[in-house]
């Protein structure tokens, strides 16, 4: 499904994880919002997808089996419109649907990276584990 309802035909997967991410922050001071899948007794370490320079979101709040996907040239300029992001701005952003099988939703953002590493489910970890860009995406 798009965002306006109509069936899509077949988007562009940029990203996929079989692991439940869950919306774990958003700051409005930096405009990022983080989505955390957690370590559990399958995946000893946290996968996070960092969305910075968000403008606009659609979100539910836990995504099962997750893809990030585009959205075809109509809808990719809908969100921005209905964002109120100004026209000359408009090219540097990313505009990203969420799909799983838990729920649907958007983000429209300058960045997305997805980082492999740490254990600790809540906070910062020790400095000295090591984090890994496994996927990125730029506006």
């Known amino acids: 499904m798009t965002i306006s309802g109509q069936e899509d035909a077949v988007p562009s997967v940029l990203f ?6 869950k919306v774990w ?3 409005v001071g930096h405009s990022q919002l983080l989505l955390r899948a957690a370590p ?6 946290r996968l996070d997808l ?7 979101m659609h979100l539910v709040t836990r995504y099962e089996s997750l893809e990030v ?7 990719s300029g809908r969100i921005p ?3 109120g992001v100004p026209a000359r701005w408009r090219s540097d952003r990313l505009v990203l649907g969420l799909r799983s099988r838990s729920g649907t939703g958007y983000v429209q953002c ?3 990276p ?3 590493g740490g254990t600790n489910v809540l906070g910062p970890d020790d400095p000295a584990e090591p984090v890994d860009v496994v996927w990125s995406l730029r506006g």
């Open 69 to 75: 996907h585009a959205f075809d040239e109509e809808e």
């Open 81 to 83: 419109e209905r964002s």
């Open 110 to 112: 300058q960045k997305v």
């Open 114 to 116: 997805a980082l492999l």
């Open 50 to 56: 960092l969305f910075e320079g968000v403008d606009a």
């Open 25 to 27: 922050r958003y700051g």
């Open 40 to 45: 559990d007794a399958a995946q000893m370490v």
């Open 16 to 21: 996929s994880s079989e692991r439940t991410f």
